[in-house]
């Protein structure tokens, strides 16, 4: 395959920023299919329009998911993107790689498909960007036989779940969040790779509030990781910030100002106006702490999360199509997240949840919008949940309250003609 003239291309060659454009004529030189990509965009970008046709189906034997089939629509100009099937791996957690298995996926890719690849896809999966379909099940079973790699998932399944950076590299990781999201992903591999929904299913795992890996605003059930004891409080440490020598923010927002103001900084910050000084030392009444982080962000050496960790599970967030666009609400304010017992808590929810959904999910109705037609009360009822202040963030204004028959004295059976004994007509 040729190279093409590519202009418009050409300009993102410039300036600063690492070039796609600049990668892909580099991988161009091994995998000559890569020109005809440069070459398609190019046309996209004269025409405005995509070049891919609507759909495709492909995939593995075996699986319902995992690959993304795409076809060009202008393949006798660009022959070489006339299959463009994109192959979703279900990546380690956290994605930490040795470069020994990334050179066996890269020569396995090279072989098999473009070369082209994007690390990563947002839901985590590591992609691997354009092959033919007579490649499929080659490719998959040097996969899962040389590399031991299996595929993500894709369509109306559980999708490959995806979790921070946790316990490996951060001090404010509640629970063990690579624990549980590769735990997750193991036990619930038929789930992601045979799709049994009414539509997709996505987990993501944050080890505290900060939530690194957005679960709050892109998976259908976040663990986002808490304790529910004290803070702790170095106060050793919090002189050292007051004195200037510990640097706020682990010096990544400087100080506003010459000098650490803590009562500016942290105090007035404090979104419930929890925390004061005596004297220099720092006191905070933990029984009013949201645990937002905003204290342990600023002052990271000076104060930690509580020691009786967990997660707050929440549930339903979903891109706006099509009742509009949702976070998660929090459903399980507290569980404990313990590899010991296999996330028994976490699997208990995800399997009441899994249960009313699969019989009651319209098609194609992700979980928040189940929740938002039956409403919170009944999907807390299915969960066996008691309803607590804490699953609302203000009570209802409009007064359409209903009832359950049997929370009412005599029920809704009535004789109109009881009625009229003392109400004349
Ligand atoms: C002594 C005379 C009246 C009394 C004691 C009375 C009482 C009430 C009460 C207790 C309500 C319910 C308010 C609520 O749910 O918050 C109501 C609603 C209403 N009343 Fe009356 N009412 C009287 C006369 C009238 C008259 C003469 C009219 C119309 C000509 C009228 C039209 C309405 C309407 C349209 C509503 C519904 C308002 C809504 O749903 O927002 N009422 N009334
Ligand atoms: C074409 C004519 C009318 C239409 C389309 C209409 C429509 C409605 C609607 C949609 C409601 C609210 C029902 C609900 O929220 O569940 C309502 C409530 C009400 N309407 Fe009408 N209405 C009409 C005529 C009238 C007339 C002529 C009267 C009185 C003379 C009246 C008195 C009321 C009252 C008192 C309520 C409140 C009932 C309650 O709060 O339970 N309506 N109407
Ligand atoms: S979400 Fe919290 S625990 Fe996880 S990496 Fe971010 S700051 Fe650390
Ligand atoms: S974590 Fe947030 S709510 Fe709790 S004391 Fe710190 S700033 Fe206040």
């Known amino acids: 395959m040729p190279k093409h003239d590519t202009p418009l291309m050409d300009e993102l060659e410039k300036g600063p920023w690492p070039s796609f454009v600049s990668d892909l004529k580099r991988q161009a030189e091994k995998s000559p299919q890569c020109w005809d990509i440069v070459g398609q965009m190019e046309l996209s970008y004269k025409d405005r329009m995509t070049h891919w046709k609507h759909g495709g189906i492909v995939g593995v034997f075996g699986y319902g998911g995992g690959i993304v089939g795409r076809y060009s629509d202008v393949p006798d100009k660009f022959p070489g993107v006339a299959h463009f099937h994109t192959v979703r791996l279900n990546q380690p957690s956290s994605k930490f790689y040795r470069t020994d298995l990334l050179r066996k996926l890269c020569d396995l890719w090279e072989k098999r498909g473009s070369g082209m690849t994007n690390l990563h896809g947002s839901t985590g999966d590591l992609i691997l960007l354009g092959t033919k379909t007579e490649e499929l099940e080659p490719l998959f079973y040097e996969l899962t036989h040389d590399l031991e ?17 946790g316990k490996a590299r951060c001090e404010w990781a509640c629970y063990d969040t690579q624990a549980a999201c590769y735990a997750m992903t193991m036990k619930y591999q038929d789930e992601i790779h045979r799709p049994a929904f009414p539509y997709k299913f996505k987990f993501k795992f944050s080890g505290c509030a900060n939530d690194c890996v957005a679960a709050l605003a892109r998976s259908d059930l976040s663990a986002i990781g808490t304790w529910r004891d004290n803070i702790r409080i170095d106060q050793a440490e919090v002189k050292n910030y007051l ?3 510990n ?7 400087p100080a506003k100002g010459d000098k650490f103001d803590i009562q500016k900084e942290v105090i007035d910050l404090c979104p419930t106006g929890c925390m004061w000084m005596e004297g220099d030392t720092l006191k905070i009444d933990d029984a009013e702490c949201t645990r937002c ?8 050496k000076a104060l930690r999360p509580g020691l009786d960790q967990g997660a707050s599970l929440l549930m339903g967030a979903k891109a706006p199509i099509l ?3 949702q976070l998660g609400t929090l459903i399980v304010p ?7 017992n ?9 399997e009441k949840c899994w249960d009313y959904w699969m019989e009651n999910g319209k098609n194609r109705e992700r979980l928040g919008e189940t929740i938002q037609r039956v409403g919170l009360p009944t999907f807390l009822r299915v969960m066996e949940i008691e309803p607590i202040p804490q699953h609302v963030r203000e009570p209802r204004s409009n007064p359409y309250v209903f009832w359950r028959e049997e929370e009412v004295e005599g029920g809704w059976q009535r004789d109109i003609k009881e009625f009229r004994k003392k109400h004349a007509q």
């Open 149 to 165: 790699w299996d595929l993500g998932g894709s369509g109306s399944n559980l999708r490959t779940p995806a979790c921070c950076i």
């Open 293 to 300: 982080m905003h204290c342990l962000n600023v002052m990271p």
């Open 247 to 253: 640097k706020a923010n682990g010096g990544g927002t």
């Open 334 to 340: 507290f569980i404990k997240m313990d590899p010991e």
């Open 243 to 245: 004195s200037g020598a």
């Open 323 to 325: 009742d509009g666009a």
């Open 342 to 350: 296999e996330f028994e808590e976490l699997v208990d929810v995800i």
